[in-house]
C-alpha cells in the first residue's frame, strides 16, 4: 500500500483557514486521494477526494500538487465543530479497503 | 434517512463469551465493511461485502466470522471473545467498492 505521511497535530484559530498537508511520494497512477475526519467519539465522516485536479465542496478544498506527490486539505473558516482528527488516505482502484493512518489533530482556538 | 446504525452502541463481556454486533443501512448501498479502532490508532479492515451475497477478509479477520444477511444488513460475529479484542467497532457502507464510505456511530467493546 502506498503511504501517507500527515503532522500530528496543529492548532488553529476559530474563523481562520486551516492547511493540512499530507505526503505520498509512492503514490501510483490509480490512487485517489481521500480525506476523512473523525469528531470525538463519532465515525470518520468523508471530507472530499481528487485525483490529479483540486477540488472544492461546502466542507473543504483539496489542493493536490502537480507531481501528486503531496496535496492540502484546506478548510476555509475553521469552527469549533472542525475539531477533529483528519485523515489523508490512498484508495486504490483495485483496493476496498481504507487505510487510516494516525492522522492530524486539528485543535480550534475559540 | 437514518444512514448507518449499529447495536449495541457499547458492550462489556468476559472473555470466551460470544457476541453479535449488527449493523443496518438504509441507503441501499452494495458494499458494506466492518472495522476496527484501538485506542490512539487508525481504523483497520476486518472482513468487507463488496455485494449482497459476497464477504471477503481484510486486514484483521482473526477471530470474527461475518453474515450479510441481506443488502441492509451486515453483522460481525466474535464466537470466543478475548482481551485483544477490546476496540471500537465501526460499520460502513459504500454504493459499491471503491467509493465514498459512509460509517456508524461505532460500537464500543470491552473483554475482561
Known amino acids: 500500500d502506498a503511504k501517507t505521511t500527515q503532522p500530528n497535530s496543529m492548532e488553529s484559530n476559530e474563523e481562520e483557514p486551516v492547511h493540512l498537508p499530507c505526503n505520498h511520494s509512492?503514490?501510483?497512477?490509480?490512487?485517489?486521494i481521500h480525506w476523512y475526519r473523525q469528531l470525538p467519539s463519532q465515525g470518520p465522516e468523508y471530507v472530499i477526494h481528487g485525483l490529479t485536479s483540486n477540488v472544492n465542496n461546502r466542507m473543504a478544498s483539496l489542493a493536490i500538487a502537480e507531481d501528486r506527490k503531496s496535496s492540502t486539505l484546506i478548510l476555509h473558516r475553521a469552527t469549533l465543530r472542525d475539531a477533529a482528527v483528519y485523515y489523508c488516505?490512498?484508495?486504490?482502484?483495485?483496493?476496498?479497503?481504507?487505510?487510516f493512518g494516525a492522522g492530524t489533530t486539528v485543535t480550534v482556538r475559540a | 434517512n437514518a444512514g448507518v446504525t449499529q447495536t449495541p452502541k457499547f458492550q462489556v463481556l468476559k472473555t470466551g463469551q460470544s457476541m453479535t454486533l449488527q449493523c443496518a443501512q438504509d441507503m441501499n448501498h452494495n458494499s458494506m465493511y466492518w472495522y476496527r479502532q484501538d485506542p490512539g490508532m487508525g481504523l483497520r479492515l476486518i472482513y468487507y461485502?463488496?455485494?449482497?451475497?459476497?464477504?471477503d477478509k481484510g486486514e484483521v479477520p482473526n477471530g470474527y466470522n461475518v453474515s450479510r444477511l441481506n443488502k441492509r444488513e451486515f453483522s460481525l460475529r466474535l464466537e470466543s471473545a478475548a482481551p485483544s479484542q477490546t476496540s471500537v467497532y465501526f460499520c460502513?457502507?459504500?454504493?459499491?467498492?471503491?467509493?465514498?464510505?459512509?460509517f456508524g456511530p461505532g460500537t464500543r467493546l470491552l473483554v475482561l
Open positions: 461485502s463488496a455485494s449482497e451475497g459476497t464477504t
Open positions: 488516505i490512498l484508495h486504490s482502484s483495485n483496493d476496498y479497503k481504507l487505510s
Open positions: 509512492t503514490i501510483s497512477g490509480t490512487d485517489y
Open positions: 460502513a457502507s459504500s454504493v459499491r467498492g471503491l467509493e465514498t464510505q459512509y
